[in-house]
């Protein structure tokens, strides 16, 4: 699987859209983006993938650079409850493979 | 749909003893299981992956036979410390390949006194 590099921390108003990048830059043609969240003491949580197109769904927004090499969870009201560890992960699948995670964003939404 | 489950939640134990922690997969058949381990601050980290009706394939570093895994039907999944120490005192979460993406239990906390 191919290495992601994401900033330890960010902080986001609350109600304002939470942008967090993801760098993948050895990322494979077959290899897709998935990204997780860990809200502290709990299980991760599913939030969306991709492999070369913008997705969106009813929690988030994905955007894939053309070369692949990069990619941004938007979330587009964040709120207090969106406070957590945001993993982004590079992985084979649909059926995907094992699910290695990094370090992650820790994101920090403030009233 | 596709919800794991995990129990305990939490469970206390004296050193030496051992601990069963079992991941269901409530709604759905799910023929591989994966088992994380996760310290305070730190991330998530992979121990096992285990298939339904073989054996489990551990990471590099994990010692089997300290980590007994089963996973004997479509829907549960077993993890069993032996022989506990405060060492393995952990966050443990399960989860389970779906068709789409993985499902995660909501984790067992493991402290080893």
């Known amino acids: 699987d191919a290495k992601t590099t994401q900033p330890p921390s960010m902080d986001c108003a609350e109600g304002r859209a939470a942008n967090l990048p993801c760098n993948h830059s050895?990322?494979?043609?077959?290899?897709?983006v998935y990204w997780y969240r860990q809200i502290h003491s709990q299980g991760p949580q599913y939030i969306i993938h991709?492999?070369?197109n913008n997705e969106t769904n009813e929690m988030a927004s994905l955007i894939i650079t053309e070369d692949r090499k990069s990619s941004t969870l938007i979330l587009p009201h964040a709120t207090l409850r969106d406070t957590a560890v945001y993993y982004c992960?590079?992985?084979?699948?649909?059926?995907?493979?094992?699910?290695?995670f990094g370090k992650g964003t820790k994101l920090s939404v403030k009233p | 749909g596709a919800v794991v489950s995990q129990h305990p939640s939490w469970v206390i134990c004296k050193s030496g003893t051992s601990v069963k922690i079992e991941c269901r997969s409530l709604?759905?058949?799910?023929?591989?299981m994966f088992w994380y381990r996760q310290f305070p601050k730190q991330s998530l980290m992979l121990m096992a992956t285990?298939?339904?009706?073989?054996?489990?394939?551990?990471e590099q570093g994990v010692e089997k036979d300290k980590f007994l895994i089963n996973h004997a039907s479509l829907t549960l999944s077993t993890l069993t410390v032996t022989s506990a120490h405060p060492e393995d005192s952990s966050f443990y979460i399960c989860?389970?390949?779906?068709?789409?993406?993985?499902?995660f239990g909501p984790g067992t906390r493991l402290t080893v006194t």
């Open positions: 989860s389970a390949k779906t068709l789409a993406n993985n499902s």
């Open positions: 050895t990322i494979s043609g077959n290899e897709y």
């Open positions: 991709g492999l070369k």
């Open positions: 992960i590079a992985t084979y699948g649909g059926s995907q493979g094992n699910l290695i």
């Open positions: 709604d759905f058949q799910a023929t591989t």
């Open positions: 285990s298939n339904e009706g073989s054996k489990a394939t551990y």
